[in-house]
């Protein structure tokens, strides 16, 4: 069986607040070219101007999923935090 994005990694983390998930995410995408960081909570400042739970954590996880899709794609691995 062929794998059509052999070598890309989609990785989620999760965990409780202020446990390490946003530092290890950026420390990852700054030690190779090839990740790219998706934040959720960024998403939702960006664009509700508001923490957990937002009005809409549908469209959240809707556009998580499309920009994890169009990064994975253009051949970056995915960090989303």
Known sequence: MNIAVKGLWNIVLSGYPRSGKTMLARRLVSESRFFSRVGVDELRQ????????????????????EMRDVLLERGYSVVID
Do not use: G, H, T
Not at 46 to 65: Q, T, W
């Open 46 to 65: 960006m664009f509700f101007n508001e923490a957990y739970p937002c009005r809409d954590e549908f469209l959240v996880y809707s556009m998580i999923a």
